[in-house]
């Protein structure tokens, strides 16, 4: 539970196309970077006042506040208010391999083995947060080269914050940051190649060297 906070990170973001993954990718930088110094962080993309963050950014006509995150000084126990709240969100639950990850085409599972040296980076994005734990992405390795698409899954409610996309910039982010942290080198493009999948939303590729 947040008690008191007394700092936040917070961030606008022009109204437009990749805005809000752009924002996930940033955010969850400054977040993990705080997390490292070991400091407290939560997102919150709900339950905040948006109105009362946005007068106090003095946020312009055409941006967007999306989400925020308190910082603080972890509280050394949890309460048993925690461990109810978290298991409502269904904290630390995440959903298996063979349900985010794909080889080929979806339907197709990619196991930890044939992910080779990617695993540990499929990992670290299985691993991270999401509005409400939906993990609404799915990534798709192409058949026999480190070439991982990433889509959204989710259309995620008809508001202007869709949660989907920021969750999906997150994900991007903790698989750009361990595949650098493995040596892993690689780079983003738009292209979808063979991987397109009908229903699904194509965001970005890496493309592995
Ligand atoms: C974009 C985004 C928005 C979120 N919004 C809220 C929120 O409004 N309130 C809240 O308590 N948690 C919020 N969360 C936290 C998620 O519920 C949490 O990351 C998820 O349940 C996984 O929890 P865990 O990392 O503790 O396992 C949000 C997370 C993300 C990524």
């Given at each position: 539970?947040?008690?008191?906070?007394?700092?936040?990170?917070?961030?606008?973001?022009?109204?437009?196309?990749?805005?809000?993954?752009?924002?996930?990718?940033?955010?969850?930088?400054?977040?993990?970077?705080?997390?490292?110094?070991?400091?407290?962080?939560?997102?919150?993309?709900?339950?905040?006042?948006?109105?009362?963050?946005?007068?106090a950014?003095?946020?312009?006509?055409?941006?967007?506040?999306?989400?925020?995150?308190?910082?603080?000084?972890?509280?050394?126990?949890?309460?048993?208010?925690?461990?109810?709240?978290?298991?409502?969100?269904?904290?630390?639950?995440?959903?298996?391999?063979?349900?985010i990850?794909?080889?080929?085409?979806?339907?197709?599972?990619?196991?930890?083995?044939?992910?080779?040296?990617?695993?540990?980076?499929?990992?670290?994005?299985?691993?991270?947060?999401?509005?409400?734990?939906?993990?609404?992405?799915?990534?798709?390795?192409?058949?026999?080269?480190?070439?991982?698409?990433?889509y959204?899954?989710?259309?995620?409610?008809?508001?202007?914050?869709?949660?989907?996309e920021?969750?999906?910039?997150?994900?991007?982010?903790?698989?750009?940051?361990?595949?650098?942290?493995?040596?892993?080198?690689?780079?983003?493009?738009?292209?979808?190649?063979?991987?397109?999948?009908?229903?699904?939303?194509?965001?970005?590729?890496?493309?592995?060297?």
């Amino acid at each position: 539970m947040v008690k008191n906070p007394g700092f936040f990170i917070a961030g606008a973001v022009p109204r437009g196309p990749g805005a809000l993954t752009d924002f996930g990718y940033a955010m969850e930088r400054h977040i993990l970077e705080a997390v490292s110094l070991g400091l407290g962080t939560c997102w919150l993309g709900g339950t905040f006042s948006r109105s009362a963050f946005s007068r106090a950014m003095g946020l312009r006509d055409g941006e967007l506040l999306p989400a925020v995150s308190p910082l603080g000084i972890p509280a050394a126990e949890k309460s048993l208010v925690d461990g109810v709240l978290s298991f409502a969100a269904r904290s630390r639950l995440r959903r298996p391999w063979k349900e985010i990850f794909h080889r080929g085409r979806p339907g197709v599972p990619l196991s930890p083995g044939e992910a080779g040296a990617y695993a540990e980076v499929l990992e670290c994005v299985r691993m991270a947060p999401s509005a409400l734990n939906r993990q609404p992405w799915r990534v798709v390795r192409e058949e026999s080269a480190d070439v991982f698409h990433f889509y959204i899954v989710s259309e995620g409610g008809g508001g202007e914050i869709r949660l989907p996309e920021i969750d999906i910039g997150i994900a991007l982010c903790h698989f750009e940051l361990a595949a650098g942290a493995l040596g892993l080198s690689g780079s983003w493009s738009g292209k979808t190649g063979s991987g397109g999948v009908e229903g699904w939303t194509h965001i970005l590729t890496w493309e592995g060297r």
